[in-house]
């Protein structure tokens, strides 16, 4: 047999957590002398640890070791917790890799003596919300203004008007040479009752969207959709829904809607556009 220490340098473990292993049951010695407490170890008990110390390697906490270790007869048991943590370690590693390729549009950024990108894509997820929800056919753009501001109109009878910015889903193509699908969603802080043209539901959650701010209106749309499609195919994304707009700071928006800070800069419009992705 082996003394604790004598095990600790053969396995390249330390004293201190070969103890503690022992007291929280997950690698207990082989042997612990009545009277001293001294622990001992069997050369052949270094096949277990070595599999405990792989399992810790790969994510899992001690407690989740445990009980792969206790169910390992268990195959369903075992490979339902081993998948999860698969898909746990590709969720971490496809965030790593996001912030990875942001880096390097920073670096890129850098290199052309711009050191801090104004049009800066995000990939983040967008959380259901309940909404009041209209969906129509529109010839022109100036008439989805309008659209906005009746179903704000609806809305605001009711007082159940969310301080969150509008959304407009395109459900057809953008270039308004042909009529366009679009459903509109104004964010509420409860249920109210629908109508003939208005539904009262959650606005879909979209997870991943690639994300980016147009802050000028019409002027520069044009530079800010072409940066956004150029970012989806140089990172090999794909579309995977509907566009989205989400108007933070709007032409339709009335004054009383808006934070003191924003009066007088309605002409400053900030638009969000995302884009639902998959690889």
């Not at 800069?265 to 690889?279: A, D, G, L, M, N």
């Amino acid at each position: 047999m082996l003394s604790i220490g004598e095990f600790s340098q053969l396995a390249q473990v330390s004293v201190i957590t070969l103890r503690h292993y022992d007291q929280i049951g997950l690698f207990r010695p082989a042997y612990i002398h009545a009277r001293s407490g001294y622990r001992y170890y069997l050369v052949e008990q270094l096949e277990q640890l070595y599999q405990i110390l792989m399992l810790k390697e790969v994510g899992y906490a001690l407690e989740e070791i445990h009980f792969l270790l206790q169910h390992s007869n268990d195959s369903s048991a075992v490979r339902e917790l081993l998948f999860s943590k698969y898909q746990q370690t590709r969720q971490a590693l496809a965030r790593e890799q996001t912030r990875l390729e942001a880096l390097e549009r920073l670096l890129q950024a850098a290199d052309q003596g711009a050191y801090l990108p104004t049009q800066n894509i995000v990939v983040r997820a967008v959380p259901s919300s309940l909404c009041a929800m209209q969906r129509l056919w529109l010839s022109h753009m100036d008439l989805l203004d309008e659209a906005i501001e009746e179903t704000e109109g609806y809305v605001t009878r009711y007082r159940a008007r969310k301080a969150a910015p509008v959304t407009v889903i395109y459900h057809t193509y953008t270039d308004w040479e042909k009529p366009v699908e679009v459903e509109i969603a104004i964010p509420l802080t409860r249920s109210i009752p629908s109508s003939s043209s208005l539904r009262i539901e959650a606005l879909e959650a979209a997870s991943p969207v690639a994300s980016i701010i147009n802050r000028g209106g019409d002027a520069t749309l044009d530079q800010t959709c072409e940066a956004l499609w150029t970012w989806l195919d140089l990172h090999s994304y794909r579309v995977n829904g509907p566009d989205r707009e989400v108007y933070h700071r709007a032409r339709h928006q009335p004054k009383e809607d808006m934070c003191p800070s924003d009066i007088g800069r309605e002409q400053e419009i900030i638009t969000e556009f995302q884009v639902p992705i998959r690889k």
